[in-house]
């Protein structure tokens, strides 16, 4: 498939994320929409006769080609909804962007993530918050994700470096740029442990309209999102209302009932709409997370005598790390109903353990 197509796609004008998946729903490809007739493009809901002509006109592409030649020369990764490298958290989100850019060297398809945001401007509570958490959480093999503004978002990507803890920013702007300025020296260590990550296109500014998107995707690529510190019309809120639409756990710390920037964190607790954390291992409890300790070389002496060649397979895959059932079936090379029953009898016998969110571990 021609990632010419996929970015052109994105950068067609009028067609949003919602648009640009019906149109993959209908003609099964970027390159087949591009290839499309008018009358075919008119029969797709949201596609009108301006849009079509954009879609059928070689501009987009000629765009999309200058982008192309920028994202190879930096090595930037894409990746588009339909695609095995594609966040598969955020496929679950109607409204996740069809194409992101990213560059670094963190899993996004992680098994724990996490996103911890809070305000822009963070008090010394809120900085010993975020260094409290990445410290304790250290153990439990877990990426953070934050927006790489000021306050609470850059102390949890500081926090999350300092305990070599993988941490992503992502970003409200093109990859071409890192904004705040002063973050740059941040955002380029954490390249090397962790990530940057935008749907936004090169020579997007950092424009207000734009961070709403960028919370969405926040809230979208994490298991659970905790608010450290935030006032009652922050943009963390924002966050935390769109991680409740996707059905996603939200934390928050709670404050004095006088302090500015507990508010919303005691509004959110108060409001049911976030669970209370006193301290960072109520989270760990709450996500049911233990420590991730290397699987000893002794466990295959240890295994019991008669597994079938599949079920040996699921040990080889989980004795590299614990896993979700979806990558299982993927490395193993199992079909999920089928191994659905394996899973079962290696817990019976006491050789693996199932975690929430169907996630397994050797015991």
Same mark, same amino acid.
């Given at each position: 498939m021609s990632i010419i197509h996929q970015i052109g796609l994105t950068l067609i004008p009028g067609v949003g994320h919602v648009t640009a998946k019906n149109l993959l729903g209908h003609f099964g490809s970027a390159e087949a929409i591009f290839k499309a007739k008018n009358k075919d493009l008119l029969s797709v809901a949201g596609i009108g006769t301006i849009t079509a002509n954009q879609i059928t006109s070689s501009n987009v592409l000629f765009?999309?080609?200058?982008? !192309?030649? %920028?994202?190879?020369?930096?090595?930037?990764?894409?990746?588009?909804?339909?695609?095995?490298?594609?966040?598969? &958290?955020?496929?679950?989100?109607?409204?996740?962007?069809? !194409?992101? %850019?990213?560059?670094?060297?963190?899993?996004?398809?992680?098994?724990?993530?996490?996103?911890?945001?809070?305000? &822009?401007?963070?008090?010394?509570?809120?900085?010993?918050?975020c260094a409290s958490l990445a410290e304790i959480l250290k153990p439990y093999n877990v990426i953070i994700v934050s927006g790489l503004a000021y306050g609470i978002d850059v102390a949890a990507h500081k926090e999350s470096l300092r305990n070599e803890i993988p941490t992503v920013g992502v970003l409200g702007h093109g990859l071409d740029r890192v904004y705040p300025y002063h973050h740059t020296q941040i955002a380029q260590d954490m390249l090397k442990n962790g990530g940057l990550l935008t749907e936004f296109p090169l020579n997007t500014m950092p424009d207000r309209e734009n961070f709403p998107k960028r919370n969405r995707v926040i809230a979208g690529i994490s298991d659970a999102t905790v608010v450290v510190e935030a006032t009652v019309k922050g943009g963390a809120l924002i966050t935390a209302d769109i991680a409740n639409s996707y059905n996603r756990d939200v934390y928050a710390f709670p404050g004095r009932v006088k302090d500015e920037f507990s508010q919303g964190c005691n509004f959110l607790i108060k409001t049911h709409r976030a669970s209370l954390i006193n301290h960072p291992l109520d989270l760990v409890y709450y996500m049911g997370w233990d420590e991730l300790k290397p699987v000893k070389s002794t466990i295959q002496t240890q295994l019991p005598l008669g597994l079938s060649a599949e079920e040996i397979k699921v040990l080889e895959v989980l004795r590299m790390a614990p896993s979700l059932i979806d990558e299982i079936s993927v490395k193993a090379n199992i079909p999920q109903g089928k191994l659905a029953i394996h899973l079962l009898n290696l817990e019976m016998q006491g050789v693996l353990i199932a975690l929430p969110g169907k996630m397994y571990k050797l015991n």
């Open positions: 765009q999309a080609e200058v982008q !192309l030649k %920028y994202i190879e020369k930096h090595q930037i990764e894409v990746l588009f909804f339909t695609e095995p490298n594609y966040p598969r &958290r955020l496929k679950e989100c109607s409204d996740g962007p069809v !194409l992101l %850019y990213y560059k670094g060297t963190a899993n996004l398809n992680h098994p724990r993530i996490i996103s911890v945001v809070g305000t &822009r401007m963070a008090t010394d509570y809120g900085r010993q918050l």
